[in-house]
């Protein structure tokens, strides 16, 4: 005999799951988006600050040159970050980033950032440059490895799908 409280409880259960999955899933979907556009935009702020560009000047146009590419996350991010910059402490709008982005990778960027401001820029020109390179590589090998993954879990949604059906037509 099932107590009639117990289906409420499920179904409240359900109700409270499934959006919260489905916002979950779309805030890594985003991060794992912006993770896909980082080691490009990470070698072009590299680039145009070793040229001497400022932080702010630099995000803009690499959000401009990525959007010129396609529509993606990290653009506005980008936008948003250069319009702190300009009106706000240089570490209070790098921190923002920090807290504010989907993506660990761009969170670390927004750090590194941070130093480079604190150290005076050209200082840390050359540090910024090695640390980018190692940036670009991890994030180049992570998304491969998220692609491969994603593949093998497609397989192992397909997999019981065609059994099942398989079964079911004998």
Do not use: C
């Amino acid at each position: 005999v099932m107590l009639p409280g117990i289906p409420a409880l499920a179904i409240g259960g359900l109700v409270f799951y499934i959006p919260t999955a489905w916002l979950n899933d779309k805030v890594k979907g985003r991060g794992r988006e912006i993770d896909k556009h980082l080691p490009i935009a990470v070698g072009r702020i590299t680039a145009g600050l070793l040229a001497g560009g400022s932080v702010a000047d630099v995000l803009d146009e690499t959000a401009s040159s990525l959007e010129l590419e396609s529509k993606n996350p990290l653009s506005p991010e980008l936008r948003l970050t250069a319009a702190e910059l300009r009106s706000k402490e240089r570490s209070e709008a790098l921190q923002a980033l920090a807290h504010r982005s989907p993506s660990i990778s761009l969170a670390n960027l927004a750090y590194l950032l941070e130093g480079y401001l604190e150290a005076g820029g050209g200082k840390y020109a050359q540090v910024l440059a090695e640390t980018s390179t190692r940036v670009q590589q991890i994030l180049v090998a992570r998304n491969r490895t998220q692609a491969k993954a994603g593949d093998a879990m497609m397989s192992a949604k397909v997999i019981p799908a065609v059994l099942a059906l398989v079964v079911a037509s004998k």
